[in-house]
């Protein structure tokens, strides 16, 4: 099993917090990643990871931005207008806000109405996204650029996964010698803190129309 392409934190860091050293339990550490980078994704409604050549049917508000999901935008290639397959001049648009995928246009965009089709819309050609550690490892041309706030939020779930391996997870407390123990518990499966940075770099679902 290798890493997946969204993955936010490396083997070498996960084995640094939890003190082992490389061998036969890497297997277990790169589902662990690849699970957490993926509850973090789903709990962020977003992709992090840097790519080029992303393609996105955007609607058009009729105001004078469009907005692109995978952040921070680094270029965009190409804006088309799918009504009539006409290329946008990249001389009338600008990356208003890498950070909100903002793209300006001072005449404006084309309105969508609820009711117009997957043709009534712009398709936006890009590349975006954070560099995670192990795009840059990878890669010698990359460097690193992805918060660590957010690699420390996947150790930390890498981290409490490899704590409760092999532990009942229906078990919300129980008796030992006398003692009791609870457990904490999370509809996400992440922890308070986790949640607390996640929470800065979540994204409520845009609307694919403006009615």
């Known amino acids: 099993m290798a890493l997946a392409t969204n993955a936010l934190t490396t083997i070498a860091s996960c084995e640094a917090e939890l003190g082992l050293t490389a061998s036969e339990q890497d297997a277990l550490l790169t589902r662990y990643i690849n699970t957490a980078s993926d509850q973090i994704a789903d709990y962020c409604n977003r992709k992090f990871y840097y790519t080029s050549g992303i393609e996105e049917k955007i609607a058009g508000s009729g105001d004078a931005f469009l907005f692109v999901g995978r952040t921070p935008v680094t270029s965009i290639t190409s804006v088309v207008w799918l009504g009539d397959d006409s290329t946008v001049s990249g001389s009338l648009y600008e990356i208003w806000d890498v950070d909100q995928g903002a793209i300006y246009n001072s005449s404006g965009w084309n309105y969508t109405r609820l009711s ?96």
């Open 116 to 211: 117009d089709t997957q043709m009534d819309r712009y398709k936006v050609t890009y590349i975006g996204g954070w560099i995670t550690p192990q795009q840059d490892a990878d890669d010698g041309g990359l460097t690193r650029n992805l918060p660590f706030d957010l690699e420390t939020a996947c150790i930390n779930i890498v981290t409490a996964l490899w704590q409760k391996k092999g532990q009942d997870r229906t078990v919300k407390s129980e008796s030992i010698m006398g003692a009791s123990v609870s457990y904490e518990s999370h509809d996400s499966g992440m922890d308070a803190s986790v949640i607390a940075t996640l929470d800065n770099y979540k994204r409520m679902d845009r609307l694919e129309f403006i009615d």
